[in-house]
C-alpha cells in the first residue's frame, strides 16, 4: 500500500561538516546538531534561506522545503525541460502585463513550506517589490511530473490546497494528460478536470486565455526516460 510517506521524496542528508556551519550561523544550536545529523530536525523558511548564505544548501541543488523538511528532488529530465519551456513560452506571450510568469521559483506556502514548482503564475509587482511570493499572490501553479506523480499529485497538491492556492495543474508527462484541479477545500481540490492533446486549457483567472495541449505537452516519455 503507498502511503503519504513513502509519496516524498527522500530528506538531504547532512554532513558534520554543514551542522557545524549552521550552528556557526546561527541557523541550529550548538546542542541540535545530532539532531539535524539524524533527519529528525524541521527547518522553517527562514532558516532555509540562511543555509545558502551559509554556503550549505546553493542555488542550483535540486531541494525544496516542505512541511519542515528539505527534500532531494530527481534531476530534470528532457521532457520535462521541453514541456515546462513551452508551456512558460505560451504563458509569457498570452498573458503579456496581465502578470508574471516565474519559472522553478519558491512559491512560500506558510513557515514551513517554500516549494519551487515548474511554473508559477503570479500577480505582477513593480521590480523594487522584493517581497516573496505567498499564496494569495498565486494564479496558477503547473507540475510537469513522471515519477514525481505520486509526490505531485499526493502530498505536494495537498500542501497546495491547504494554502489555498486557486489552481494547480498536473501535466503527467507518461499518460500526456494535464489534471486542472481548482476550488480548494481543507488538503484537496473540489473541482478536478482532466485534459488531453486535442483539447484546450484556460486559467481560471484568465478565461480569454486559451491553451492547445498539443503546444506544451511532449511526446509521451517512455519507460526508459527518466523524467522528474
Known amino acids: 500500500m503507498t502511503t503519504a510517506a513513502t509519496q516524498l521524496p527522500a530528506m538531504r542528508p547532512f554532513t558534520p561538516e554543514e551542522c557545524a556551519a549552521m550552528a556557526a550561523a546561527g541557523i541550529i544550536a550548538e546542542s541540535e546538531q545530532a539532531v539535524v545529523l539524524a533527519g529528525k530536525r524541521r ?3 527562514d532558516e532555509y ?3 545558502e548564505k551559509a554556503g550549505v544548501l546553493h542555488e542550483d541543488d535540486r ?3 516542505m512541511a519542515g523538511k528539505i527534500l532531494t528532488m530527481a534531476p530534470i529530465g528532457d521532457y520535462h525541460v ?3 519551456s513551452w508551456l512558460n513560452r505560451l504563458l509569457v506571450r ?9 519559472v522553478q521559483c519558491p ?3 506558510n513557515d514551513g513550506s517554500a516549494p519551487q514548482p515548474d511554473i508559477a503564475v503570479v500577480r ?3 521590480i523594487a517589490d522584493t517581497v516573496r ?3 494569495p499572490d498565486v494564479y496558477l501553479i503547473v507540475e510537469f511530473a513522471d515519477s514525481s506523480l505520486a509526490y505531485d499529485s499526493g502530498p505536494k497538491l495537498a500542501r497546495y490546497a491547504e494554502a489555498g492556492i486557486a489552481e494547480v495543474w498536473i501535466a503527467n508527462l507518461r499518460a500526456r494528460e494535464v489534471t486542472a484541479h481548482t476550488a480548494p477545500a481543507y488538503s484537496e481540490y473540489a473541482n478536478v478536470r482532466t485534459y488531453r492533446p486535442g483539447d484546450s486549457i484556460s486559467p481560471q483567472a484568465f478565461p480569454d486565455v486559451s491553451l492547445a495541449v498539443d503546444g506544451f505537452m511532449p511526446p509521451a516519455a517512455g519507460p526508459d526516460v527518466e523524467t522528474a
Open 94 to 102: 498570452a498573458l503579456g502585463d496581465l502578470a508574471m510568469v516565474q
Open 133 to 135: 511570493s505567498f499564496p
Open 82 to 84: 521541453i514541456g515546462a
Open 49 to 51: 534561506l540562511a543555509m
Open 43 to 45: 527547518f522553517t523558511a
Open 63 to 65: 531541494i525544496e522545503l
Open 124 to 126: 505582477l509587482r513593480p
Open 107 to 109: 512559491v512560500y506556502l
